[in-house]
């Protein structure tokens, strides 16, 4: 059973920093594409980043460029998301999904993914 299961949210204040990580089970990490999600109310779910797990190919938002960092462990299969400077439009649900059809325009889109977690809570608030 393949399974995604996102950890890490809270709440922060601007400028601080948090490190989500999706775990996942049921499927090697290394054969997929591991995206980053978020959707704040009213909006629609925008990437934040994605990973190649085979090769460590990234890719980052603009909004997010040098704030946040993708890594990933496949010894532990498992995914992070680092972010630092936390911003007021930050806030959102973080999600992480998978795919096994490896990098291209693809990944830069939800309905790409096959797999997806729960989601995640950040609130950046003072």
């Known amino acids: 059973q393949v399974q995604l299961v996102e950890s890490g949210g809270g709440l922060v204040q601007p400028g601080g920093s948090l490190r989500l990580s999706c775990a996942a089970s049921?499927?090697?990490?290394?054969?997929?594409?591991i995206g980053w999600f978020r959707q704040a109310p009213g909006k629609e779910r925008e990437v934040v980043s994605c990973?190649?797990?085979?090769?460590?190919?990234?890719l980052y938002a603009d909004s997010v460029k040098g704030r946040f960092t993708i890594s990933r462990d496949n010894a532990k299969n498992t995914v992070y998301l680092q972010m630092y400077s936390l911003k007021p439009e930050d806030p959102a649900v973080y999600y992480c999904a998978a795919h096994p059809r490896g990098w291209g325009p693809w990944i830069q889109v939800a309905h790409g993914y096959d797999y997806w977690g729960q989601g995640t809570q950040v609130t950046v608030s003072s």
């Open positions: 990973i190649n797990s085979r090769d460590g190919s990234t």
């Open positions: 049921g499927f090697t990490l290394r054969d997929y594409v």
